[in-house]
Structures are given as C-alpha cells and as structure tokens.
C-alpha cells in the first residue's frame, strides 16, 4: 500500500513542478510581449547613399553625408521661387518650418520682411544650385565639419539666380555656411530627426574657374548678398 502511496506523491511532485515551470513561462511571455509592445513602430536609419561598399554603423549615427544632403535639400527649397517670391517665399517658410529651430525661424522671417519691404520679392523668380565641382563628394571634410554628433556645420557652395520676367537680374557664386542640429522631436512632421540652425557666419561670395561663369552681358547683379 506504501507503494502505492509513494508513487501518487510523486506524481503529484511531478505536477507541482510542470505547473511552477507553466506559470515561469507565462511570466516570461508576458515580459516579452510588454517590451514588443513598448518598442517603437517606427525608426530612421541613415543610409550613405554610396551602396558600391559595405558600411557599418551604429542605428543612432548620422553620416556627414547625409547631414550634407539633409541640407542642400532644405536650403534649395527654401530658396525656390518658381513664379513670385513674395508668396513663394512666405509659402517656404511655413511649409518648411518643421525643419528650422525657433530661431532661425524669426531670422528668416525677419529677412522675409526686409526683402519684402525693399521690393526684392515682386514678382522675383529665385533658383539655387550646386556648383560642379563644389559639392560632397569633391571634398568631404570640408563641406561638413562634426562638432559633435548633434552638431555640424555644412558648407554649401552655391549658385543664386534671380530674374525678374524673362530679365536675369542676379547670378552670384556663394558659401553658405550653416549650422544642423539634431532634434528629433517631430517625426510625423520631421521624419530626418535634423533642423537648420541658419548661418555659422555671414555668406560669402566666391569665385570659380572661367569655365564656370559664363558672360551674360547686359545683366547687373543687386544686393551685395544674395
């Protein structure tokens, strides 16, 4: 009969022990699926956009040239006026105000109603663009100096031309040095996680190789920066 006995307490051993090890599961299922949970959906990872060669980084990094490219990209839309640069302008800066911090917002804005208040704006069609030769790839550590990794300052060398009707009445060489920060606290509005903190010093004008500057004669230039 002791037999018997003994052989019902160890099953019953056998079950206390299946339950304790079913209720550790659970527990450990339930740890898992609150870390899946809290995770986030969606995350921003910057690729070079070089894939000829392998790359290795950490998520969180940003590459200068993504910096660089983040930010000829912002700067040129800011500075595309298709038909009248007084809406055109005042259009930019609300469309694109998600990727300037409060203060260089006021700046621009305060460079808006100058330019508005002088007549720079009537009617004015304004384009930027890269000069060849000029860009990322033609020399890397100058064009985006790190200064931390929240902070950089992009160098832009750029062409500016404005006309007004079918008239040119602006073509100028200019370097822009701007300051990029990370803050990335509006994904829905800012996917890139980067904002422009305006100029690290005033523009500069430039000049470039004779093959770059075509004559155009008849045609002055107005202002002293574009």
Known sequence: MSRFKN???HLQAHIRTLRIGGGALVLVALVMGGGWWSAPRDLTIHVPPDLRSGSTRSWWEVPPESVYAFTFY????LN???SNGDEDYARNLHSLSAYFTPACRAFLQADYDYRRSTGELRQRVRGIYEIPGRGYGDNP???VRVLSARDW???LDLTAEEYHGSEQVKRAFV???IKVVRVDVDPASNPF???LDCYDGAPQRITVPAPDTPAHSGLGLQGDLP
């Open 153 to 155: 300052v992009v160098t």
């Open 193 to 195: 996680g980067l904002i």
């Open 141 to 143: 550590t100058d064009r």
């Open 80 to 82: 595309r006026w298709p």
């Open 175 to 177: 370097r822009y040095p």
């Open 7 to 9: 052989e019902v307490a």
């Open 74 to 77: 912002v700067f040129q839309q």
